[in-house]
């Protein structure tokens, strides 16, 4: 069984602007990356015949063969661990660990071996490996199926950690962490799977920037993956109520653009963090740390966090609860200072 809603095949190379879905673009740019480089390959649980749970890998193994991609055991560590035997012997490996939950029993082999071998070797063994991870709520998924765990990656010194919002970035993000020497943990937010854009191929992304998805004066919303969207119909709403909102998107959880996000927080001088993730010890609260430090004189309130609540992630009824809505980062920004109605 698959959750797929139309065929994202995209059956030759695209060249110009072309409007896809965020899926059709991974799609594309995991093709486009097998065209280029005879030694990418994508394996992973039913990323062959099937095309993976969401179909991200759909008709590459009938266009490229079973040599370039194909299906492995249900064994995640398995899956990681040839992946790592792979990369050190100059091959690119692609990997879909298909739930973000499910990629925790490959979570020592990520931690303790692809992290740590470039270092370990003093840069001599490389690990140019990408591990595709579906990930966050919005789709009504059971336990295990639905989870936000990028802090454990960004925390894990030696990974890149990435995570799109548009299919624009998502192409362009992807065919970086390919083309990267080092390993990336790439976030897929499923929520996002199936909003369209435009997607230019000659577009390239580097890793380690941040991204205005919309200019404002008055306050920065600070988002990555599924939470970008949901800033974005944030500002709509506070701009039809005399606010001008600013969003960034964060999109490189690690590396990270201190000067973007700091640049964008000094000229509004207020700024909230949004994310899907529980916020005690989470990526939020280290964007909001490193706000305040390098903000602090130039704010006119304290940096507030609309996250995920410190449970595990609730059941699909009551999911809605639990996600970060417009409504709660409309009330986060009205909890800021303002003079004018003091």
Not at 253 to 278: C, N
Request: glycine residues 8%.
């Amino acid at each position: 069984m698959t959750i797929a809603h139309d065929d994202i095949r995209v059956d030759e190379p695209s060249t110009s602007v072309s409007t896809m879905s965020m899926a059709a673009a991974l799609n594309l740019a995991l093709a486009d990356a097998i065209r280029s480089d005879p030694e990418v390959v994508i394996f992973g649980e039913d990323v062959g015949a099937l095309g993976g749970v969401f179909r991200i890998t759909d008709g590459l193994t009938s266009r490229f063969g079973e040599e370039r991609c194909f299906d492995t055991p249900l064994a995640e560590s398995g899956i990681v661990g040839t992946a790592v035997g792979m990369a050190m012997n100059g091959m690119r490996p692609v990997v879909e660990l298909q739930f973000d939950a499910f990629a925790l029993p490959a979570f020592e082999q990520i931690v303790s071996h692809v992290a740590k071998l470039g270092n370990r070797t003093r840069g001599v063994v490389r690990m140019p490996l990408v591990i595709r991870i579906p990930f966050g709520g919005g789709i009504g998924g059971v336990e295990h199926h639905c989870d936000s765990s990028e802090a454990y990656y960004a925390h894990t010194p030696g990974l890149t950690v990435l995570s799109p919002s548009t299919p624009q970035d998502a192409y362009s993000m992807l065919r970086a962490a390919i083309a990267s020497p080092d390993p990336v943990v790439f976030l897929e937010p499923k929520k996002l799977y199936w909003t369209k854009g435009e997607v230019d191929t000659s577009v390239t992304a580097e890793i380690g920037t941040a991204r205005i998805a919309r200019d404002g004066t008055d306050v920065t919303l600070l988002a990555y993956g599924a939470s970008v969207p949901l800033a974005l119909e944030a500002a709509e709403v506070a701009a039809s109520e005399g606010r001008s909102v600013q969003v960034v998107d964060i999109r490189s959880l690690s590396p990270f653009d201190d000067a973007t996000v700091t640049a964008a927080v000094r000229a509004t001088g207020r700024a909230v963090v949004i994310a899907e993730a529980p916020g005690y010890a989470s990526v939020a609260s280290e964007i909001q740390a490193r706000v305040f430090e390098r903000c602090f004189e130039y704010l006119e309130a304290p940096v507030r966090r609309v996250t995920g609540f410190d449970t595990p992630f609730a059941p699909p009824k009551l999911e809605h609860w639990y996600l970060p809505d417009v409504d709660r980062v409309l009330d986060a920004i009205d909890s800021l200072h303002w003079e004018d109605e003091s």
